[in-house]
């Protein structure tokens, strides 16, 4: 049994497809394809960070609590996919699609490893970054895959002024990363 | 890969090669378990279906290209590389042309335009919101995409950072009120085919582009020397 | 045919010589987020001498795409070696 996946990892085609990494030329291309194909099958770009809101007022409301007042999920749109929940809320179903598609990716390369949080800096590290990506993601009406990615292609000058606010807080990550992260 | 002729010179002690035992089996079950979970959705909504077969797309692209926004920021300040940068920017010019291709053909068709929902106001909300999503991009190491696809990689660092991400989203819903009465509503959209027209606004977007890909490549060539 | 045998014998001398004086560093970068492991391998880079080569441990899956890359805009000689699942090597020869 063995030697077939031996065999299978010398074949060419397997190599490129599915072993070397593709460049980020590539990446672009085949990302933008999907993009494009995405708008024009569903009638909306892609976006990453909105069904995170959900997934927060999900979890917050099995421990009681309850978001019906917020303004954020005022609209008809927000209650119905609230109430629709995880599995019918179709911009959940493709984020979990992503974690997926990369774990696949992974695997049939044969490059899977659990990387386990090595110290408390890079624990403080996740937690802040990801806390202020959230409540960014939020202000801005989207992340680096909405507000930027989506919201450039769909010419909204909005895009850009998100992209020259990212070039900016890149700049002052990179100088907290070297100070405090590293 | 595996039988190259090795020209540096090494000392004898390479690292000990585990036992390899290859993944492609479980890759192989893992491809079998997403088709199935698709067509358990289709009978659902054949809607769903699509997002996930989608989803499972942008996160083998993502993962097999390495693609990471954040990367695309943030080297161009610590290591002067923007290689990246110039994909992202590849990206931001194809996905120009057939979002405009799609949403032209619906206007000319008398037809609402799709895809508009990126179209926001743009107030200083946005900057605020892009200077601490840049910033903590930069610090947890992955983007929103870039954080998924890690997820996915077995990185438990992202898996924490996905946690707070959606910790500080939730917060950001519940701010979400102040910031849209005192800012947001006094933003504007700017929709650029509404000031420029659908040609000029292409145009220009496309002399945006340009003009960024080449101070990117100059701002290689200066601090990295190639 | 006496000379060529002696030209030949100074070449492998000559090597020899080279392979004592040439170092060689390892870096351990397992568990680093990135871009730490290509940060830490520049500043590496810088302490050690020409001739030197330098082994980066890495497993990210980005750092085995952005270190070589950076090496090579900088003229060294760099190997990628798989040593595991998610586990790579990159060797790097700090050529000038």
Known sequence: ?182 | MSEEVKSIQRSGTRAPRKPKKSQIPYGIALVIIIILIGVALSYKSGNLAMFWIFGIGFGFVLQKSRFCFTASFRDPWITGSTSITKAVLIAFAITTIGFTAIKYGAFVNGLPIPGMNYVVPISFATVVGGILFGTGMVIAGGCASGTLMRVGEGFMMQMLALVFFIVGSLLGAYHFGFWKINFISNGTKIFLPDYFGWFGAVVIQFLIIGCIYVAADLWQKKKMGA | MLLQICGRKRKWAHNAERIIKMKEYTLDCLGEACPVPLMKTEKKINSIEVGDVLIVQIDHSCAMKNVPEWARTQGYNVEIDEVGDGEWEVVIEKTK
């Open chain 1, 1 to 182: 049994m063995k030697k077939i996946w031996e065999k299978l990892e010398k074949n060419q085609y397997y190599a490129t497809i599915f072993k070397n990494p593709f460049t980020y030329v590539t990446g672009a291309v085949l990302l933008s394809v999907l993009q494009i194909a995405l708008l024009a099958s569903s009638g909306n770009p892609w976006g990453v960070s909105g069904p995170f809101t959900n997934w927060g007022a999900w979890i917050f409301e099995a421990f009681g609590g309850s978001v019906d007042k917020w303004f954020y999920f005022s609209s008809a749109g927000a209650q119905n996919t609230l109430n629709g929940g995880f599995l019918n809320d179709t911009g959940s179903i493709q984020n979990a699609g992503i974690i997926i598609g990369a774990l696949a990716a992974t695997l049939l390369a044969s490059q899977f490893k659990l990387k386990k949080i090595k110290s408390v800096k890079q624990v403080i590290a996740a937690v802040l970054g990801g806390l202020l990506m959230g409540y960014g993601a939020r202000l801005a009406f989207g992340c680096n895959i909405g507000a930027l990615f989506s919201g450039i292609a769909s010419l909204s000058l909005s895009g850009w002024v998100f992209a020259l606010a990212l070039l900016v807080g890149a700049f002052i990550g990179s100088k907290l990363l070297a100070k405090f992260f590293m």
